[in-house]
């Protein structure tokens, strides 16, 4: 998959006419939709320059490659005591989804995390 940081580059090394305004380039990234299937795509590929020609895969989303977590969130949340009215912190928590796991000793870092604050 090309990059904005490799388009950049590439476009770096072009003269003359060839080469187009870096600000072009930025503002061609901020309108580019990734297709999804409620668009009506059945099927998407991913595509990466690859020598002198391209190399075309499945797209795969990261959650499906690797899953995902779910972890509990701890916070604090400002409440009322209902007998003697006064404002107290509350500890609350909430469910939160994780869709881009750490890997390897990240990993390892995260879940360790994640039991330091359940405990």
């Known amino acids: 998959m090309s990059t904005l940081h490799s388009s950049l580059g590439r476009n770096a090394l072009r003269t003359g006419k060839a ?10 990234v901020r309108r580019l939709v990734p297709p999804s299937a409620s668009k009506g795509f059945d099927s998407r590929f991913r595509v990466a320059i690859a020598g002198c ?10 959650w499906q490659r690797r899953g995902v977590g779910f972890v509990w969130e701890y916070y604090q949340k400002e409440g ?3 007998r003697s009215g006064e ?3 509350a500890t609350r928590r909430r469910a939160r989804v994780v869709e881009e796991l750490p890997m390897k000793d990240e990993y390892a870092e995260f879940v360790r995390g994640i039991a330091a604050a359940a405990s």
Do not use: E, Q
């Not at 190399?55 to 795969?60: G, I, L, R, Y």
């Open 19 to 28: 080469r187009v305004p870096d600000v072009a380039l930025y503002a061609t």
């Open 53 to 62: 020609g391209f190399d075309v895969s499945a797209w795969v989303p990261l």
């Open 80 to 82: 009322l005591n209902p």
């Open 87 to 89: 404002k107290v912190m």
